[in-house]
């Protein structure tokens, strides 16, 4: 097949589409565009170029051919993206839509397959990856698909491990925390990837990208209190929704936000949150944690959440909006966290044991007493000993600030942190 033909067969192709809508306008450069499979062009389309002014590597399966089968041939032309963003360390977003793979290919495709999850490996850590789905993406491909940082999805997509044909919908995959966002069509997806990928670094050794601070917005919200107007970007929101994770800008500058919403963090919110940590560990984007809850709901992904916190050496400022008692405090906010700084909203209640436990301890005759005295006890130990500024005292805390001052005082103390410098002993990695 000449050269002339296969432009004119990848011309106005979705791949290609979808790529143009990626990119910013003039700036896409491909790779390896007249690479055949069998008679034809290979099934995806790849390339580099700008988004939204930042350097990105990006593919899209391309399902008017072969209805985007994997092949040897697209296998290679991922494998020459991936390779190249390691690299020089860029970031990729991957769009998928195909049926499968071609099956009359045998054990060379399936070397292929295992080369490129292998690659997506190696980024891990290194360049932020971002997968959308737009059509089908099943069996090893929803499998290298999840490998990404984040997984984007339309709800015309399909998303499942499974090569039956059930299940894997937008609406059971944002119920079981697979996916970070759903958007209503695939244009919207693409944005949805192009407005996050901006607010990440790089790479691992390059700071996120900066914008002009616009002014905080008063939505009500304590996260609208500090993020520059309109800049938060949540994530996972139909996944633990006791839990808000996500970006926004403080100044212009990246932070990772995670706040738990009262009640019990479960096992999915652990999850959720220990996800968050970790990523912006890996890339040194600070964290700041909104801590108010009951407690934990199981312990062993509480203990998962705790050694993200403690293994964490990016900037980590914790504000307690509401209750932080015992071992959530001591996980979020507390030494256990090792957080840089703490702060507590005015009225927030603050201790290192559970007031029922500090009864107990401090004055176990009040025990003795009915129902009513009992909590009347509880209520006065909360006013007396768990008090914002009762625990400031005592040191459970660094400051009190008002949620009007909240935006200067996490300004502040980020400033302070920007040059922060932590070193750990050596090991491969933790094991909890």
Known sequence: MSIEKIKAELSGTAAVKRLEALFDEGTMAPIAPYAKSGDGP????????????????????NSDICSGAMSKAQAAKLKKLYELALKTGTPVIGIYDSIGARVGEGAELLTAYGELLNLSGKLAGIVPQISVILGPCEGTA?????????????????????????????????????????????????????????????????????TEEIPAMDGGDIISAFADGGSFIELYEGFAKDVKVGFARLDGDTVGVAQTCGGVVDTDGCEKLTKLVRFCDAYSIPVITLADAKGFGCIKAAAKLTAAYAEATTAKI??????????????????????????????????PINPEAGIIILSPEKLKTDKAGREQALIDFKANECSAERSAELGYIDSVVDQSELKAALSGALDMLSGKRETTLPKKHSTI
């Open 42 to 61: 290979a099934e995806a389309a790849a390339g580099y170029g700008e988004v939204n002014g930042c350097p990105v590597y990006a593919f899209a399966q």
């Open 142 to 210: 929803a499998l290298l698909a999840s490998t990404a940082d984040f997984v984007i999805m339309s709800n015309d997509g399909k998303f499942t491990i499974n090569t039956n044909g059930e299940g894997g919908s937008a609406d059971s995959n944002m119920a079981a925390g697979t996916i970070a966002a759903c958007a209503n069509d695939e244009f919207a997806a693409i944005e949805a990837a192009k407005d996050l990928v901006v607010m990440l670094p790089q790479n691992n050794l390059s700071d996120a990208y900066r």
């Open 318 to 351: 914790t504000v307690v909006t509401g209750e932080a008692y015992g071992a959530f405090y001591m996980a979020l906010a507390g030494t256990g966290a090792s957080t840089d700084m703490t702060f507590a909203l005015e009225g927030a209640s603050v201790s």
